[in-house]
């Protein structure tokens, strides 16, 4: 049977993902987008199977995103392309619902391998990927912090949750998205009730667990 893949990468690096896939008769490339509002029609539209996300898409993180197209297209399995593996990232991408993470610096038929395992219905993760995951594992009991599950956010929420905490006023969140000042606020109560937070510190920190901001920012007034 022949995976149906579409392909979210940078315009730079699609050519050379692309030529992974050509000699691979049983992984049929559906589509091929390079921002998260592409991906996300595309995937509407198509229905793949299996969507391999680059984590480091200009505007939009590779875990928001996640999120957006399991909203939209259920069915589909989720193979991260990351060119870190830290375990921020990679606990983030396993809470979005990711099945595989791989570095993109890996050879192409270990990128394969991953896409072939996720499509069957397994998990696969990079060699490092998995020593790391084990190491957090290990320290779980040692007061590290617990990442957030951000999966019960809306997309529309998510965003509010990604500009917030990156340091947008709720004015300027507003404009960005071209709402209601009132409606973020909405959002806003929303998603903090989900996240379990009670002030803006914990929009931050609970971002920044979630691999959705690199790091902490300090509250602005």
């Known amino acids: 049977m022949t995976v149906n893949v579409v392909l979210v990468q940078d315009h730079k690096a699609i050519a050379g993902l692309r030529a992974v896939f050509a000699c691979s008769p ?3 490339v559906a589509g091929e987008a390079t921002n998260g509002v592409e991906a996300v029609a595309l ?4 229905r793949p199977d299996l969507v391999l996300i680059d984590l480091g898409l200009p505007g939009v993180t590779g875990i928001q995103l996640t999120t957006e197209i399991l909203h939209v297209c259920p069915r ?3 193979v991260m392309f990351s060119a870190y593996d830290d375990e921020d990232s990679i606990l983030a991408a396993i809470r979005a619902g990711v099945r595989g993470f791989v570095l993109e610096k890996s050879p192409a038929q270990e990128i394969l391998q991953a896409v072939r395992t996720v499509a069957a219905g397994g998990t696969y993760l990079s060699s490092s990927a998995s020593s790391r995951l084990l190491a957090c594992v290990q320290r779980s009991g040692q007061g590290g912090g617990v990442v957030p599950d951000v999966g019960s956010l809306s997309p529309r929420e998510m965003q509010v949750l990604r500009l917030v905490a990156g340091g947008m006023r709720t004015k300027e969140v507003a404009s960005e998205l071209n709402l209601e ?6 959002y806003r109560r929303t998603m903090m009730r989900k996240l379990g937070v009670k002030n803006l510190a914990g929009v931050i920190e609970a971002a920044h667990l979630a691999g959705l901001v690199p790091a902490p920012h300090r509250s602005r007034h």
């Open 26 to 28: 049983d992984l049929h």
């Open 43 to 46: 995937c509407r539209r198509l």
């Open 76 to 78: 589909a399995k989720v």
């Open 181 to 186: 000042h009132n409606t973020i606020r909405t």
